[in-house]
């Protein structure tokens, strides 16, 4: 099948190369981003290949379907930024990788709370300068204290058990819990904020997620909480977050996506002056770490998110029925 794959980068186009030894897909490498303008780069292909800043909404949609594109194939779990009704209604098959490695994501999510407790990014700079001094480099123990769990899938579940490891009660908040999980302790959402000193966000963005963390949330978390999101940017409202930090209220903020970021990662912005003023206060707080949407960088990860991708379009294009399909009305 000839494949148009959006927002390229060179890992994308060394690890399809590698996995399509064994599909035999066209492969057509395309730099831009997916978006209503570039979707006519797409023409005289019969899918698109697109990443998760993508915007796959009803023009795009329409656009692709007018060039005689059949299939949309995510190389990503999350979906949020496809228009699953629009595609739907124009016949639009769409397909995702919905378990890439779960480790990769609940390890860079254990990685940025290490750090932030620890400051270890603030040591780095310190001893490359000769500076020794520990002012201000105090952190706390793991062991015994409370991590609240929101959204316990194939993410929330292994962080939950490596929390568990370090010797942390973990509570745990789901729409649908997993009834069956003795090891889970499932609590209401508000006695999860009350109880938890680290609240790491680990479920997708939906019309009912969006600013799951804003103003009313973030009061009724402990003082000077951790606040970890490996998830998507706009379960947090940035500007209540901000409000937070200035207050105190959250005494750390790590977080891996961001609301607007599809304006700014996955590119090397360093000669360029951002425009972005949320983004750049949240910069400016000591005890901020942000990275830019990389805990599924890993070599596990990208193979396998190259081989089911290229399986998924093998399935569409053999007429098989695809088990990693998604639809409207799936959360
Ligand atoms: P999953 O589908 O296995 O689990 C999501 C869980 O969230 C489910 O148990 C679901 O019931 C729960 N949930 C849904 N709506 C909820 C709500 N309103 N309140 C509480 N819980 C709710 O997904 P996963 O594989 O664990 O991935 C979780 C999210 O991680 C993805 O949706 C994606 O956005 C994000 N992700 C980020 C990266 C990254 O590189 N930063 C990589 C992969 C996935």
Redesign the pocket.
């Known amino acids: 099948m000839k494949v148009a794959v959006f927002s390229t980068k060179a890992y994308d186009r060394t690890f399809l190369e590698a996995a399509n030894t064994q599909t035999k897909h066209e492969l057509v490498f395309l730099e831009p981003r997916l978006n209503c303008e570039t979707s006519v780069l797409a023409t005289g292909c019969q899918a698109v290949c697109a990443f998760v800043n993508d915007e796959l909404n009803a023009k795009t949609l329409s656009k692709l379907a007018s060039l005689g594109i059949k299939l949309i194939a995510l190389r990503?779990?999350?979906y949020?930024n496809v228009d699953l009704v629009k595609a739907g209604n124009l016949g639009l098959t769409v397909v995702r990788v919905?378990?890439y490695s779960?480790y990769a994501?609940a390890e860079h999510t254990i990685g940025l709370i290490l750090a932030l407790n620890r400051r270890i990014h603030r040591a780095y700079n310190r001893v490359r300068e000769g500076n020794f001094s520990l002012e201000g480099l105090l952190g706390f123990d793991l062991h015994g204290k409370t991590v609240g769990i929101?959204?316990?899938?194939?993410?929330?579940t292994i962080t939950s058990q490596i929390f568990q490891g370090f010797g942390c009660k973990v509570l745990a908040?789901?729409?649908?819990p997993q009834e069956d999980n003795q090891s889970l302790e499932y609590v209401a959402f508000p006695q999860l904020l009350a109880a938890a000193d680290i609240v790491s966000l680990?479920?997708?963005?939906?019309a009912?997620?969006h600013h799951l963390i804003d103003a009313k949330t973030i009061a009724q978390m402990k003082t000077g909480v951790m606040l970890i999101n490996?998830?998507?940017g706009a379960l947090i409202d940035t500007k209540a977050a901000i409000i937070g930090l200035k207050s105190g209220k959250i005494g750390y903020l790590g977080i891996?996506?961001y609301e607007q970021e599809g304006d700014l990662f996955f590119e090397d912005l360093s000669s360029v002056v951002i425009q972005d003023d949320l983004f750049e206060r949240l910069l400016t707080f000591p005890n901020v770490l942000i990275t830019g949407?990389?805990?599924?960088f890993t070599t596990d990860a990208l193979t396998s998110i190259a081989e089911t991708t290229l399986s998924n379009i093998s399935d569409f294009e053999q007429g098989l029925v695809c088990s990693n399909q998604v639809t409207a009305g799936q959360?």
């Not at 929101?150 to 993410?155: E, L, N």
């Not at 949407?293 to 599924?296: E, G, I, N």
């Open positions: 990503s779990a999350g949020n919905p378990a779960p994501i929101v959204g316990t899938g194939r993410i929330g908040y789901d729409k649908a680990h479920c997708p963005l939906t009912e997620t490996t998830s998507r891996d996506v949407h990389q805990s599924f959360n």
